[in-house]
């Protein structure tokens, strides 16, 4: 059964740490065929080192939860508060829209968003979490309900969006849906 320990300099938040244990633990399980009570983690801290000659005493700043950024930016972006949304952005943001529509800013996928419904809402059913180097890939997915151009309402369509967040900002979005099966029914 692995036992795994992390050193971390003061000042990490117990959150934090909490985040790191946890996510250190499941890719030791996504490596090793062992079970959750099999797998320890467990953090020790240190007042100072010394590396390349320069003492240290203190940690980095943690990144914030990514998925909580994407919840954040789809919130903002649902009640169409573009300020607040495109403040969860990175200046490089791009993003593809079913059809392999590529969009760069909040204001084209507006525009774009407006030729194929009048109204839209998301449904969350679930938030995950990849980890890839520098970059947090976070996949959220469930139902759409909203109104088509002519009036009637829909509800129930499945979607699938999958976001890169680096450093805090969101980087790329993608967006798989149904609405254009469901808009030629």
Known sequence: MPVVSITL?????????????????????????????????????????????KVFSGGRAAHPVASEVVQSFLQALQERDLQKAQSFLHTNFGMCFPGGVKMHTLPEMINWAKQRYSAI????????????GDVTVVFCHGTLQGTWLHGAPFEGIRFIDRMEVRDGLITR?????????HRQA
């Open 9 to 53: 300099l003061p000042g990490y938040a117990p959150d934090t740490q909490h985040r790191m244990v946890n996510r250190v633990a499941q890719a030791v399980r996504s490596v090793i065929d062992t079970p959750e009570a099999g797998t320890t983690v467990f953090v020790n801290e240190v007042s100072t080192y010394r590396r390349d000659g």
């Open 121 to 132: 809402h998301k449904n969350y059913e679930q938030f995950e979490e990849s980890w890839q």
């Open 173 to 181: 979005q993608d967006v798989w849906n149904d609405l254009a099966e």
